[in-house]
């Protein structure tokens, strides 16, 4: 069956860094695009950054631009998520999920499968 595992949340300091990776398996992972979501305590979720079949990439959330980068391994099939300058208000717990189409999109009710989440707490 389709799953989405997430990995790689902790606690980290303001300005530090963490890498986030989303396991694939039981679909056409090649074929997918393949988005990533946070929801902090009381806020909705909201559509971070995404990645086409094609590699073609798209950051949604203006607040992480230029900080945080999406790359995938269809050998792997594996997507990562590089997060760098982290700030307190990054804290969230980050999904990755499968569009239901092969495009990517910033509204949740487009993805069909979600992984279990992971949590990013940044904090001095």
Do not use: H
């Amino acid at each position: 069956q389709v799953q989405l595992v997430e990995s790689g949340g902790g606690l980290v300091q303001p300005g530090g860094s963490l890498r986030l990776s989303c396991a694939a398996s039981g679909f056409a992972f090649y074929d997918a695009a393949i988005g990533w979501f946070r929801q902090a305590p009381g806020k909705e979720r909201e559509g971070v950054i995404c990645i086409t079949s094609y590699g073609v990439t798209i950051t949604y959330a203006n607040t992480v631009k230029g900080r945080f980068t999406i790359s995938r391994d269809n050998v792997k099939n594996l997507v990562n998520l590089e997060m760098n300058s982290l700030r307190p208000e990054d804290t969230a717990i980050y999904y990755c999920a499968r569009s239901r189409a092969p495009l990517c999109s910033s509204t949740s009710s487009n993805y069909n499968y979600w992984g279990q989440g992971t949590q990013v707490n940044v904090s001095a």
